[in-house]
């Protein structure tokens, strides 16, 4: 009796893998949306075979709505993120402006 293979699978975090790997299936998707052949999609993620990337795309396109969702809600994280991390200012970036203050020399 053969076994079910996930081509397609989420992880602790919600992040939806191709497989067992650690490769996004929001990069094979954004490859295959920007025209790349399964071959391409293949070579350019090493650790993931032919069928995988096959695979990953049959689930895609047979669930659209799943992956639109999804999609929408890592957008939402990395905007997410991308503020916070705007919000901080680096210690060494910090350390900077203060010695540009110091020195006289104009940071902005």
Same mark, same amino acid.
């Given at each position: ?13 919600g ?11 929001? #990069? ?8 790349? #052949? ?27 709505d799943?992956v639109?969702?999804?999609? #929408?809600?890592?957008a ?21 402006r ?7 020399i #104009?940071?902005?």
């Amino acid at each position: 009796m053969a076994t079910a293979i996930e081509y397609v699978t989420t992880d602790v975090h919600g992040v939806m893998r191709v497989g067992h790997s650690h490769v996004m299936l929001d #990069s094979v998707i954004a490859s295959f949306e920007a025209g790349a #052949s399964a071959e391409t999609i293949a070579q350019e993620y090493p650790s993931l075979s032919l069928e995988e990337v096959y695979g990953a795309i049959a689930w895609y396109l047979g669930h659209r709505d799943v992956v639109t969702s999804y999609l #929408s809600r890592q957008a939402d994280a990395w905007r997410r993120a991308r503020e916070a991390a705007d919000a901080v200012e680096a210690p060494v970036v910090a350390r900077l402006r203060a010695e540009a203050r110091r020195t006289g020399i #104009s940071g902005r």
